[in-house]
């Protein structure tokens, strides 16, 4: 079996949902996974913002994005009872949205907001693909797909689950399920994060264990830096599973942070795909490991690097050990360090404890916080082989503050830190050095 997502531009149009049954409709059996509609999960976030404020506008809010789904439902069907059809599947989601109007707005509340996307555009699809002949079924990712109370994946559960549902329709060649959706370990409906969708492909094709999970986005690949970002930037070929974990890690939107682990773990290629241009090879991530040399740069932002300064303690042995507990004990993940002789510069991206971590880090020194940092990630495989890697980073960043460097921490990996504000500037330059 295979796994193929489909993101949000890629499902954004009544159009482009005819072109995703296309691409999905042959004999291969597989798991489609597919985003909400692009730009629906935005507008959930904004709805969810207004109902927690008590802000009329949320009614006005909630109707505009139903029309929206109206257009969608007049084009995307050919007859009137499926029209009608896709009508009722449209007024039950939009009636839930409604049903929070007057009553608390919570965090549980919110995150069965923001699981209304997905579960139009892979209702919509499955009639679609009923209106038009193809035997589709549809999975409920809020049966298999769940968290535990660390937020981290049920793999055993959701490989049972999963396995049992597929079990139960042998014939079948075309599942479609929810990405991004869950459930937590308190049974609630909750999420994988923004752009999650690639995190539940990655899960499901580990728990099938999937000969290989597709990601169909609006672009040919992985790029070799961010193209919001610089101009002229070029597709991959080949990423090897590090690779391609540390670019995601480190900003590259692409692919979900989490999403190329499992497949990882699983030895399951993941391949990178155009929609809008299904020939385009694409990007293939898999085990393999090719030439040296640098491949590809991204960045991640809203970092914040922490300076503890202590003359007395540094060089003492355990004041490491006593750092690091403090951001242990508030469950936040370091992302990058440096020492000197009289300080440590670590840096964070989850704050929110940021607070009670500085208060209790200044039991050991001086504490310095900056906010709006960027970490800029160079990857390629063995960089530390190539000599003079490193030195065309320097040269390239020549003109960039640069206010943290990480070399050395793995053979594939060269981290900097700069204020956001040069990231556009970075990562240009880099380009035009390296590429
Ligand atoms: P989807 O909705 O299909 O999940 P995303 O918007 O999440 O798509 O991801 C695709 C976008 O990621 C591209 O349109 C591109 O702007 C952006 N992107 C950022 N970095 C890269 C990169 N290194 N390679 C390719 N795309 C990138
Ligand atoms: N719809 C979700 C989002 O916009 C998940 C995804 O697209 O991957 O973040
Ligand atoms: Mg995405």
């Known amino acids: 079996m295979i796994v193929m997502k489909f993101g949000g531009t890629s499902v954004g149009s009544p159009e482009r949902i005819k072109s995703v049954v296309n691409l999905v409709n042959d004999d ?33 809010e909630i109707d505009r994005l139903e029309n929206k789904y109206a257009t969608v439902i007049n084009e995307l069907f050919g007859t009137e009872e499926y029209k009608h059809k896709g009508r009722k599947l449209v007024k039950e989601r939009f009636d839930l949205l409604r049903s929070f109007y007057g009553v608390a707005f919570d965090a549980v509340a919110e995150r069965a907001v923001l699981a209304q996307g997905e579960l139009l555009s892979t209702t919509l699809t499955h009639l679609y693909c009923e209106e038009s002949g193809i035997n589709s079924v549809l999975l409920p990712a809020l049966n298999f797909m769940r968290i535990d109370k660390n937020a981290e994946p049920d793999n055993y559960y959701i490989k049972e689950q999963i396995c049992r549902e597929l079990k139960s329709y042998p014939e079948v060649k075309l599942f479609i399920t929810q990405g991004f959706i869950c459930r937590d370990a308190n049974g609630e409906i909750n999420n994988l994060k923004r752009g999650g969708s690639d995190y539940s492909a990655s899960l499901i094709g580990k728990a099938i264990n999937a000969e290989e999970i597709q990601i169909w986005t609006d672009i040919d690949g992985f790029h070799n830096n961010d193209p919001r970002f610089v101009e002229n930037t070029k597709a991959i070929r080949e990423l090897s599973f590090d690779e391609a974990a540390e670019l995601a890690y480190f900003g590259a939107k692409i692919l979900h942070p989490a999403s190329v682990w499992p497949a990882q773990e699983a030895n399951i290629p993941l391949l990178l795909k155009n929609t809008m241009e299904p020939q385009a090879p694409g990007t293939v991530i898999s085990s393999k490991t090719e030439e040296e040399g640098i491949k590809a740069i991204a960045a991640k932002d809203d970092i914040t690097a922490i300076k503890i300064k202590s003359g007395r303690m540094l060089m003492a042995y355990g004041f490491l050990r006593k750092v690091f507990e403090v951001f242990e004990s508030y469950q936040t993940p370091i992302d990058m360090i440096t020492t000197s002789e009289i300080a440590v510069s670590l840096t964070i991206d989850n704050i929110t404890h940021l607070d009670r971590i500085a208060q209790e880090l200044r039991l050991y020194g001086n504490v310095e916080i900056d906010r709006n940092m960027t970490i800029i990630c160079i990857v390629g495989n063995n960089i530390m082989n190539s000599k003079d890697s490193i030195a065309k980073v320097f040269k390239a960043l020549d003109n960039v503050p640069v206010r943290m460097v990480s070399y050395g921490g793995s053979r594939h990996n060269i981290s900097i830190l700069t204020d956001s504000e040069h990231k556009a500037d970075a990562l240009n330059q880099l380009s035009k050095y390296l590429f």
């Not at 109902?51 to 506008?57: A, Q």
């Open 28 to 60: 291969k059996r597989k798991i489609v996974v597919l985003s909400a509609m692009s730009g629906t999960t935005n507008v959930l976030v904004k709805i969810s913002e207004l109902f927690y404020s008590g802000n009329k506008d949320v009614t006005a």
